[in-house]
């Protein structure tokens, strides 16, 4: 199993581009999820999956579109990337959400620079 | 809404020092409780976890207990090494996951 894979690892943006981040994992988890680390704050939800077809938002949605089209893919796309969305991004996966009180599996992050 | 405060560091200890990280919370059911570890360049890992009041979760030395009374749940190790050092996150789980700010601790052999 190659658990959860983030790409890129690292991205340079400039303001107002956008792009794609890419998760994928071979778990067969129903749950997907994404967030950002930034200094101070810890991670932040930003959207996240219960399963194929269904997504919802998180903490900080703003800026930010998802879509679930197969168990296995989660992408996070920045619509119009602005310097606030500087940050680390980390996609987990788990087999249900909270109420099964699963672990969550992290993906080893992607680094965002905006300019 | 649920909410997680840890202690801020960043914490910086010598070889075989106790290790205490303390973790505070707040919800309005019964969470499960965790502690993720991220080590320089990595992604979070899941360390330890408790599921009910009065459990105890264990690994690498390290343990914390579900306090529902005082709604605690601190990161605790006897004698740490130089291969602890990275950022440790408290987090409860109570349908999503909820993320303290994280707390970096350096240790020096």
């Known amino acids: 199993n190659a658990g959860v894979t983030q790409t890129p690892k690292f991205q340079v943006l400039k303001t107002g581009q956008s792009m794609t981040l890419q998760c994928a994992q071979d778990?067969?988890?129903?749950?997907m999820s994404w967030y950002r680390q930034d200094p101070g704050m810890g991670l932040r939800l930003i959207h996240y999956s219960v399963g194929a077809g269904i997504t919802d938002q998180g903490e900080v949605p703003n800026g930010y579109n998802v879509s679930r089209s197969t168990t296995e893919d989660f992408p996070l796309r920045l619509l119009s990337a602005a310097p606030s969305q500087t940050s680390v991004y980390f996609c987990?996966?788990?087999?249900?959400?909270?109420?099964?009180?699963?672990?969550?599996?992290f993906g080893p992050g992607t680094r965002l620079l905006v300019l | 809404g649920n909410s997680v405060t840890q202690m801020e560091g960043p914490v910086t200890l010598s070889e075989e020092a106790f290790l205490t990280i303390n973790c505070t919370y707040t919800a309005t059911g019964y969470p499960s409780l965790f502690w993720y570890v991220q080590y320089p360049g990595e992604g979070l890992q899941l360390l330890l976890k408790?599921?009910?009041?009065?459990d105890k979760g264990s690994n690498k030395g390290f343990e914390a207990t579900y306090r529902k009374e005082t709604t605690s749940f601190h990161l605790e190790k006897g004698s740490v090494q130089v291969s602890d050092s990275a950022v440790y996150f408290c987090a409860l789980d109570d349908y999503k996951l909820s993320f303290g700010a994280g707390t970096t601790v350096t240790v020096r052999a």
């Open positions: 987990a996966s788990s087999y249900a959400g909270g109420y099964d009180k699963e672990t969550q599996y």
């Open positions: 408790a599921t009910k009041a009065d």
């Open positions: 778990m067969n988890h129903e749950y």
